[in-house]
T-cell receptor, first 113, second 111 residues
């Protein structure tokens, strides 16, 4: 399987601060990057899809100005949660795609106090 | 009707049992079928990937796809406690279409 890293693996922050999560596909080039959010005991919820060099496409109900996605290269994408609030506390997982197969990062657990 | 239906369980079996996990779907345009395993507090890990109908075997795992019935299965033989996890089916039409996930089935294999 592909190797995907996410950093940080967990973060605790105060309400109102911004948090940046990095996702790297270490052994393949991902033309498409998906970002998911997962709340406890629930399945993955797609937040947005981005293609390298293009603006991300957000799912309904996901604020594009709050969740900034940058997919500057085929191996790196970032998700910035701006002005985070406690309700943004969740498990964020990136998923780089190669052809029809998606691989997942290990996830970043965000806790907003 | 949801695009993908998966029984969330939980499912509890003794070690060594054969486990059957299933998903049904409604969109006949799905062409690619995947099973992911997710341990608690970890990202999903791709287990099996199949295209169109048929069977695919990898060690103790067998994935089956029946497109005529819109039904996919994952079988785990000689289940082990280390197989305890949530198993998610995922389907896509292909190309750059997004994956559609089932809710996941939580499996516990008891020693």
């Amino acid at each position: 399987g592909a190797v995907v890293s996410q950093h940080p693996s967990w973060v605790i922050c105060k309400s109102g601060t911004s948090v940046k999560i990095e996702c790297r596909s270490l052994d393949f080039q991902a033309t498409t990057m998906f970002w998911y959010r997962q709340f406890p005991k629930q399945s993955l919820m797609l937040m947005a899809t981005s293609n390298e060099g293009s603006k991300a496409t957000y799912e309904q109900g996901v604020e594009k100005d709050k969740f900034l996605i940058n997919h500057a290269s085929l191996t790196l994408s970032t998700l910035t949660v701006t002005s985070a609030h406690p309700e943004d506390s969740s498990f964020y997982i990136c998923s780089p795609a190669r052809r029809e197969t998606q691989y997942f990062g290990p996830g970043t657990r965000l806790l907003v106090l | 009707q949801k695009e993908v239906e998966q029984d969330p369980g939980p499912l509890s079996v003794p070690e060594g049992a054969i486990v059957s996990l299933n998903c049904t779907y409604s969109n006949s345009a799905f062409q690619y079928f995947m099973w992911y395993r997710q341990y608690s507090r970890k990202g999903p890990e791709l287990l099996m990937y199949t295209y169109s109908s048929g069977n695919k075997e990898d060690g103790r795992f067998t994935a089956q796809v029946d497109k005529s019935s819109k039904y996919i299965s994952l079988f785990i033989r000689d289940s082990q406690p280390s197989d305890s996890a949530t198993y998610l089916c995922a389907l896509t039409q292909g190309g750059s279409e997004k994956l559609v996930f089932g809710k996941g089935t939580k499996l516990t294999v008891n020693p």
